[in-house]
């Protein structure tokens, strides 16, 4: 019939997965729960366990679910794909280098005592021989990247641990499946030459892509920031971001490192901010696909059917993972509460789980009913790491609880100072001798635990996230300081605040005189140079100390601070001498 419109299936799925993100996202927001879940639900709705079941007896029901789930998952490993990108954005290579311990230490702790003790409890309870019972301790000691470190982020004390555990399990996915591959009953021997040869092969492609990415990214976005289109931007993102994954992979390594890689070097080129807004879109809608995959890969009425054993294996690997974890961390030094937080949110397995029981399925080292069983487990584990996270909050506050400060007026102006520490800490002190108000927000609960136990109007939140700044009323604040010493975060937080907020007094600490240049150009309304100030200070006091009049000695440090305000004119690009105060 004429004006007929017919969808094909992998039209009539999008629709279905932009429909469900358009329900999702805004209803849970709502409610402030995590869409994480709902993508999920979303998945088990819809997919050939759901709904997708009831097709045959109501043909229209084909319009409202997924037809074909196994096309999606090329889109769900873009997700995870993206997201690693976006890490990549987050961190720096200096930033990475300072996690190297971590990653290496906790990291590999975390991972061969849970796959190990896994294993021999598998292979002596269960009967299973040792490669069976090494593949499947080992995939269970896997955690969600792409569920954990969207809710725990990278700054604080539990991200910082868990990005750590999830980076090194990332670059373990290769080698653990190819001596698996190497293991199987019908392996030709090959495996661990494969390995080497991958391993070689991969790390001459990751030199060539951080010598390459040096010079080239700069040049790329510089070119395509000329053009002020928008769309040139993101196709150059595009590039980037699969062009170094599909290098990777085409080594035998996993693309998700090609893809940590190319965000790592867009990390140190100033073209970040506008990479990290672009593709903030794409990733969260891709990531939606890849839970709606985990959604559904659910068969509820295989769980109800083998509910008690299904429910003991998740209880069991929860409780298993969870308190390893957390006992590793507490002997590392982390304090109770982190090792606390962190050990119950890693303890769900992990998509990479999925991926290492398909492996070790296809090798013939795990049979196809166990590792069914097991798929159930997991993505029932993936399901609940938000609620995980949930309690691993409420459990870390009552290993270490915080006393309660009397309520605040949150109509009040005051000054917000962005960073708990020593400097923080002591502008704070500074407000109270002269009856201002203030609160000091972080993104370390440590720090704010400690800065609440001392008396300091304290709160958590990420002060690079709007809504953390809007909920202390920055519409108000006289004021805004900012102490921490991140120079790269201070100054993209200076130029945001500066655009959304044009009039807002920004005090910001410096770590030198280049660094101050940097933030005056960002639009900071003051800026002190820590070790210029802390100079000075020395100065006078060994010259008064030593005999030096004090008039002379006061006026040649305002001589070499008004040197010192040239030099930034001159350096910084400035229209006018900023002003330099003391500290």
């Known amino acids: 019939?004429?004006?007929?419109?017919?969808?094909?299936?992998?039209?009539?799925?999008?629709?279905?997965?932009?429909?469900?993100?358009?329900?999702?996202?805004?209803?849970?927001?709502?409610?402030?729960?995590?869409?994480?879940?709902?993508?999920?639900?979303?998945?088990?709705?819809?997919?050939?366990?759901?709904?997708?079941?009831?097709?045959?007896?109501?043909?229209?029901?084909?319009?409202?679910?997924?037809?074909?789930?196994?096309?999606?998952?090329?889109?769900?490993?873009?997700?995870?794909?993206?997201?690693?990108?976006?890490?990549?954005?987050?961190?720096?290579?200096?930033?990475?280098?300072?996690?190297?311990?971590?990653?290496?230490?906790?990291?590999?702790?975390?991972?061969?005592?849970?796959?190990?003790?896994?294993?021999?409890?598998?292979?002596?309870?269960?009967?299973?021989?040792?490669?069976?019972?090494?593949?499947?301790?080992?995939?269970?000691?896997?955690?969600?990247?792409?569920?954990?470190?969207?809710?725990?982020?990278?700054?604080?004390?539990?991200?910082?641990?868990?990005?750590?555990?999830?980076?090194?399990?990332?670059?373990?996915?290769?080698?653990?499946?190819?001596?698996?591959?190497?293991?199987?009953?019908?392996?030709?021997?090959?495996?661990?030459?494969?390995?080497?040869?991958?391993?070689?092969?991969?790390?001459?492609?990751?030199?060539?892509?951080?010598?390459?990415?040096?010079?080239?990214?700069?040049?790329?976005?510089?070119?395509?920031?000329?053009?002020?289109?928008?769309?040139?931007?993101?196709?150059?993102?595009?590039?980037?971001?699969?062009?170094?994954?599909?290098?990777?992979?085409?080594?035998?390594?996993?693309?998700?490192?090609?893809?940590?890689?190319?965000?790592?070097?867009?990390?140190?080129?100033?073209?970040?901010?506008?990479?990290?807004?672009?593709?903030e879109p794409f990733k969260g809608l891709a990531l939606g696909v890849f839970l709606i995959t985990i959604g559904m890969s659910i068969d509820l009425r295989a769980i109800w059917a083998d509910i008690g054993t299904i429910m003991s294996a998740v209880v069991g690997v929860l409780v298993f993972k969870a308190i390893i974890t957390g006992t590793l961390l507490k002997l590392m030094g982390a304090r109770r509460s982190t090792a606390a937080e962190t050990g119950v949110l890693m303890a769900s397995p992990s998509e990479t789980t999925l991926i290492v029981l398909a492996a070790a399925t296809s090798a013939l080292v795990i049979d196809a009913e166990t590792a069914q069983f097991w798929q159930i487990v997991t993505a029932i584990g993936l399901t609940v790491t938000p609620l995980l996270a949930k309690l691993g909050r409420v459990i870390a506050r009552r290993v270490e609880a915080v006393p309660e400060l009397p309520e605040e007026d949150h109509d009040e102006a005051r000054t917000i100072i962005i960073g708990g520490g020593r400097v923080g800490r002591l502008i704070a002190d500074m407000m109270v001798a002269h009856a201002q108000p203030y609160v000091i927000l972080d993104s370390d609960p440590d720090l704010i635990d400690r800065a609440k136990r001392d008396g300091y109007r304290a709160t958590f939140g990420d002060a690079a996230r709007g809504d953390a700044l809007t909920r202390l009323g920055i519409e108000k604040a006289p004021a805004l300081v900012l102490t921490m010493d991140e120079p790269v975060l201070a100054q993209r937080l200076v130029g945001k605040l500066r655009a959304e907020h044009p009039d807002l007094l920004i005090v910001a600490r410096a770590r030198d005189t280049d660094h101050a240049a940097a933030l005056y150009r960002a639009g900071a309304s003051h800026a002190v140079p820590e070790n210029l100030e802390s100079s000075l200070q020395l100065s006078e006091a060994v010259l008064v100390d030593i005999g030096v009049a004090m008039g002379p000695v006061i006026a040649s440090i305002h001589a070499k601070r008004d040197e010192y305000r040239e030099k930034l004119e001159v350096e910084g690009g400035l229209s006018e001498k900023p002003k330099l105060r003391t500290s």
Not at 130 to 144: D, E, N
Not at 163 to 172: A, C, V
């Open 1 to 279: 019939m004429a004006g007929e419109l017919t969808l094909s299936p992998v039209m009539s799925d999008a629709l279905v997965i932009l429909g469900s993100a358009g329900i999702v996202i805004p209803v849970f927001a709502r409610f402030r729960i995590t869409p994480i879940i709902g993508f999920i639900l979303i998945g088990i709705l819809v997919g050939p366990f759901g709904l997708g079941s009831m097709v045959d007896q109501a043909p229209w029901l084909r319009h409202i679910t997924i037809s074909e789930p196994d096309h999606l998952t090329p889109f769900a490993d873009f997700g995870i794909i993206l997201l690693l990108f976006a890490i990549g954005l987050e961190l720096s290579f200096n930033r990475l280098w300072q996690l190297r311990k971590l990653v290496f230490g906790l990291g590999s702790l975390e991972l061969l005592i849970i796959g190990s003790i896994s294993a021999g409890f598998f292979g002596y309870y269960s009967g299973m021989d040792s490669t069976a019972a090494l593949a499947l301790g080992f995939a269970l000691a896997f955690s969600s990247t792409a569920i954990v470190l969207p809710i725990s982020g990278t700054r604080s004390p539990v991200g910082r641990a868990a990005l750590s555990m999830l980076l090194f399990e990332d670059i373990m996915i290769v080698p653990i499946i190819f001596i698996l591959g190497a293991l199987a009953p019908n392996a030709q021997g090959g495996g661990m030459s494969s390995l080497t040869d991958t391993l070689i092969q991969g790390g001459i492609v990751i030199l060539v892509l951080l010598v390459v990415g040096r010079f080239a990214l700069p040049r790329l976005f510089s070119q395509a920031a000329r053009t002020k289109s928008p769309e040139l931007f993101l196709a150059a993102s595009l590039l980037v971001v699969i062009g170094a994954s599909l290098a990777t992979a085409a080594t035998g390594l996993s693309p998700i490192v090609g893809a940590l890689i190319a965000g790592l070097l867009i990390a140190e080129t100033e073209y970040h901010s506008e990479v990290e807004t672009i593709m």
